[in-house]
C-alpha cells in the first residue's frame, strides 16, 4: 500500500501560479535594428514563434517537474502487509514475594554459596523464563500490598529485567501471600486461556493478607485456576523468617496444583514437566508492518524529465539556428521566442 506520511505538502501544488499571478515578470525596453532584410527575418520569427508556442515544455514540464518535487517532499513509503505469525502458548502468572524476610541469606546457590531468599528467586525464575519461550508470563510482586509489575506478555526478556529490578521491601516489610493470589484471580479475568496456572515463588509465611491464602486458593480453584508453590528458604530457620512450607503446601493442594522446594533442584524439575501438560491456544501476534522509503523515485523521474527538456531544447535551437555573414549569428531562442545576435 502506497502511502504519504506528509500528503499536506501537496497543497503547495498551486504556489507557483500563485506567484506567477502576484508577481508579473517585468519587462525590459529593448533597442531595435531595422534591417534590410526585415521580412524574411519576420518571418523566420513568426514560424519560430509558432513551434515554440506548440512547445509542451512551456507548461506541461515544468508543471511535472514541481509535482514530482512535491511527491518526495512528501515522503512516499510503501507499506508491505502486516507480518503475523501464530505461537502456542499458555497463560502463567508469577507470584513473587519481596517481604523483609525475603533477605535472609539461607538459601544455598548452584556454586555452594550462601544467598539472600530473594536471589534464589531470581535464579530458580532465570532457569524458568528459558524454557518457557512462547509462552505469556505475568508478574506479580507482594509486600504489604500486591502489585502488578508485568502484564501478561510473550516477551520473556522484559519480564526478566523487571524482575532483576526488584528489590526486598520496595513492595512493604511484611507478606500478603493471600491478597496476591487474589489478585491473580482477577487479572485471569481478562484472560482467555483455557488452561491457567499462578506460580508463587514465598517462603509462604503470611502476616499481612486480608484474605487467607488457603481461603484465596479455594476461590481460585473454583475459577478453574492452579496454584503451583515453590518455597524459598530454610526449612531450619526459625523465628518471624521461618520458612512456612505447611501453608504453602495447603495452597497448593487447595488449588489443585503442587508444592515444589527451590532447594531440591531435582525435584524442582517437575514444575516443568507440570506446566508442559497445560493445554496450549494458538495466539496470533502482528509483530511489525515493513516500510519502503520511496522518495528517490520522484527525483530520480525529475532530474530525468529535466534532462530530456534540455536535450530537446539543445536540438531545437541547433534546427532553427541561421548563420549570418561577418562572423555574426542570428538566432531564435527556443525558450524565449526571442532573436540573439551571437558575435
Known amino acids: 500500500m502506497l502511502t504519504f506520511n506528509y500528503l499536506w505538502i501537496f497543497l503547495l501544488l498551486p504556489l507557483p501560479w500563485g506567484l506567477r499571478a502576484l508577481l508579473p515578470a517585468s519587462r525590459?525596453?529593448?533597442?531595435?535594428?531595422?534591417?534590410?532584410?526585415?521580412?524574411?527575418?519576420?518571418?523566420?520569427?513568426?514560424?519560430?514563434?509558432?513551434?515554440?508556442?506548440?512547445?509542451?515544455?512551456?507548461?506541461?514540464?515544468?508543471?511535472?517537474?514541481?509535482?514530482?518535487?512535491?511527491?518526495?517532499?512528501?515522503?512516499?513509503?510503501?507499506?508491505?502487509?502486516?507480518?503475523?505469525?501464530?505461537?502456542?502458548?499458555?497463560?502463567?502468572?508469577?507470584?513473587?514475594?519481596?517481604?523483609?524476610?525475603?533477605?535472609?541469606?539461607?538459601?544455598?546457590?548452584?556454586?555452594?554459596?550462601?544467598?539472600?531468599?530473594?536471589?534464589?528467586?531470581?535464579?530458580?525464575?532465570?532457569?524458568?523464563?528459558?524454557?518457557?519461550?512462547?509462552?505469556?508470563?505475568?508478574?506479580?510482586?507482594?509486600?504489604?500490598?500486591?502489585?502488578?509489575?508485568?502484564?501478561?506478555?510473550?516477551?520473556?526478556?522484559?519480564?526478566?529485567?523487571?524482575?532483576?529490578?526488584?528489590?526486598?521491601?520496595?513492595?512493604?516489610?511484611?507478606?500478603?501471600?493471600?491478597?496476591?493470589?487474589?489478585?491473580?484471580?482477577?487479572?485471569?479475568?481478562e484472560s482467555d486461556a483455557t488452561a491457567k496456572t499462578i506460580i508463587a515463588l514465598t517462603d509462604g509465611n503470611d502476616t499481612k493478607s486480608l484474605v487467607p491464602p488457603v481461603e484465596a486458593a479455594r476461590v481460585a480453584a473454583q475459577r478453574g485456576i492452579h496454584i503451583h508453590t515453590v518455597a524459598i528458604g530454610d526449612a531450619t530457620t526459625v523465628g518471624e523468617d521461618k520458612l512456612d512450607e505447611q501453608a504453602l503446601r495447603d495452597v497448593a493442594n487447595a488449588a489443585d496444583g503442587k508444592y515444589f522446594f527451590a532447594a531440591d533442584r531435582q525435584s524442582l524439575e517437575g514444575i516443568y514437566d507440570e506446566l508442559d501438560k497445560i493445554e496450549t491456544r494458538k495466539v496470533k501476534t502482528v509483530s511489525h508492518r515493513p516500510r519502503h522509503d520511496l522518495f528517490y523515485w520522484p527525483i530520480a523521474a525529475a532530474l530525468l524529465l529535466s534532462l530530456l527538456q534540455h536535450v530537446y531544447l539543445l536540438l531545437q535551437q541547433r534546427r532553427i539556428t541561421p548563420a549570418r555573414p561577418n562572423g555574426h549569428t542570428i538566432h531564435v531562442n527556443p525558450a524565449t521566442g526571442k532573436l540573439e545576435l551571437v558575435t
Open 28 to 189: 525590459a525596453q529593448r533597442v531595435s535594428v531595422r534591417v534590410p532584410f526585415g521580412d524574411r527575418l519576420a518571418q523566420t520569427l513568426k514560424q519560430a514563434g509558432d513551434s515554440t508556442d506548440r512547445q509542451p515544455q512551456r507548461l506541461v514540464v515544468p508543471s511535472l517537474l514541481w509535482l514530482l518535487v512535491l511527491a518526495a517532499l512528501a515522503r512516499p513509503q510503501w507499506i508491505e502487509p502486516p507480518v503475523t505469525q501464530e505461537r502456542p502458548t499458555r497463560d502463567l502468572l508469577l507470584l513473587v514475594d519481596l517481604s523483609a524476610s525475603m533477605q535472609q541469606e539461607d538459601f544455598e546457590s548452584e556454586a555452594g554459596e550462601k544467598v539472600d531468599r530473594l536471589a534464589a528467586v531470581k535464579q530458580v525464575l532465570g532457569d524458568f523464563l528459558e524454557r518457557r519461550d512462547g509462552d505469556r508470563v505475568g508478574l506479580v510482586v507482594f509486600g504489604d500490598a500486591p502489585y502488578l509489575q508485568a502484564p501478561f506478555s510473550t516477551d520473556l526478556d522484559l519480564v526478566r529485567r523487571l524482575l532483576d529490578e526488584c528489590q526486598v521491601g520496595m513492595a512493604g516489610p511484611r507478606t500478603a501471600l493471600g491478597d496476591a493470589i487474589g489478585l491473580g484471580v482477577n487479572l485471569f479475568d
